[in-house]
């Protein structure tokens, strides 16, 4: 859909699925889509202690070699927050979605994002089977409302390599 389009995305994404769906993060890097770190099993820096987490961040940033970092659930220590971006920039969100809440529909996901959206915005959407049946119509009413507003989504800049 994105790139019919013509639209580009940041995908963050969780080693251990990189690990079981190597062909789908290749063709994120082949359609010209940044990447990201989103740890090596999705944990919340809240509840996981420092060791395991730097040690998951770590473990997916071997696999995805991005120099993106997004925590999962956007929650993460201080400490946990220095170590990681003295290694990489780690990127938050303006506009969650709420695809993941199976209490809403996809129009009703749509509907609230649309509303808050604005240029700059950078906007979190969810890959994952729980969320598909509402992150599937949401997509395909943002990029018909970009369009509609010639609005381009372009993904984040990757850092350059020292």
């Known amino acids: 859909m994105l790139g019919e389009a013509g639209q580009k995305a940041t995908f963050f994404c969780v080693g251990e699925n990189v690990e079981r769906h190597p062909g789908i993060f290749d063709r994120i890097r082949q359609e010209g889509h940044s990447w990201g770190n989103h740890t090596m099993r999705h944990e919340s820096g809240w509840t ?6 730097l040690k998951s961040f770590l473990e997916c940033e071997a696999i995805t070699d991005s120099g993106l970092f ?3 659930y956007g929650r993460m220590t201080r400490a946990q927050a220095r170590a990681i971006s ?3 920039t780690i990127v938050m969100w303006d506009l969650l979605s709420g695809d993941f809440d199976q209490r809403r529909s996809a129009k009703e996901c749509l509907d609230a994002t649309w509303r808050h959206m604005k240029p700059g915005s950078i906007t979190v959407l969810h890959d994952s089977e729980k969320a598909a049946p509402r ?3 949401l997509l395909e009413g943002l990029l018909g409302n970009l369009h509609e507003k010639g609005w381009v989504s372009a993904g984040l800049q990757m850092p350059k390599a020292d």
């Open 48 to 53: 996981a202690g420092q060791y395991a987490y």
């Open 86 to 88: 003295a290694r990489n």
């Open 135 to 137: 992150t599937m119509g």
């Open 70 to 72: 997004r925590p999962p």
